[in-house]
């Protein structure tokens, strides 16, 4: 009994530490391929780049804040609303959100976009995947933008300490 109950202690502690928030904070130089356009977005080339975008992510214990900059943070601010993402790090994995507040129509369509952003932290590496979609008032004049996805795979990295 006395192995068993040192074999869970050992379980349970090994799974704490395994968990702890990797260390993102960093000022990160970004690189993003536009994927699939399923929204129809205007301006959006299946296959184009853009890269040497700044990126300053904070974090606190296991909240993170990143903050795009250059013309991709000032293009954001002016269509979303915003250039800031807010999530989390487990282990790892970083997830995060940025909640566009700048309305568009379409008919009788209303809508914001909402971009999450799915990465892996690997040393001074960050990759991974945003996922643009609009958040509608779900009318009918919406059409695809209702549950529609459009996709960007990124990496960046931050100089070593």
Do not use: K
């Not at 795009?68 to 807010?86: C, K």
């Not at 001074?124 to 643009?132: K, M, N, S, T, V």
């Amino acid at each position: 009994m006395r192995g068993t109950a040192i074999g869970v202690i050992t379980l349970v502690l090994g799974l704490g530490v395994g968990c702890a928030p990797a260390d993102v904070a960093g000022s990160y130089t970004v690189n993003v391929t536009n994927g699939e356009n399923g929204c129809a977005f205007d301006n959006w080339t299946v296959g184009e780049t853009a890269s040497s975008i700044p990126i300053v992510v904070a974090q606190t214990d296991d909240q993170v804040q990143l903050d795009v900059g250059g013309t991709s943070g000032a293009a954001l601010d002016i269509f979303i609303g915003s250039s800031i993402f807010n999530g989390q790090v487990s282990g790892s994995g970083v997830t995060a959100a940025l909640v566009g507040s700048r309305s568009a129509t379409m008919g009788m369509c209303t809508y914001t976009v909402t971009v999450d952003m799915d990465a892996t932290s690997s040393g001074d590496l960050l990759e991974g995947q945003l996922i643009w979609r609009p958040v509608t008032n779900m009318h009918a004049d919406c059409g695809v933008l209702n549950d529609c996805r459009s996709l960007q795979s990124f990496n960046g990295t931050r100089p070593p300490p």
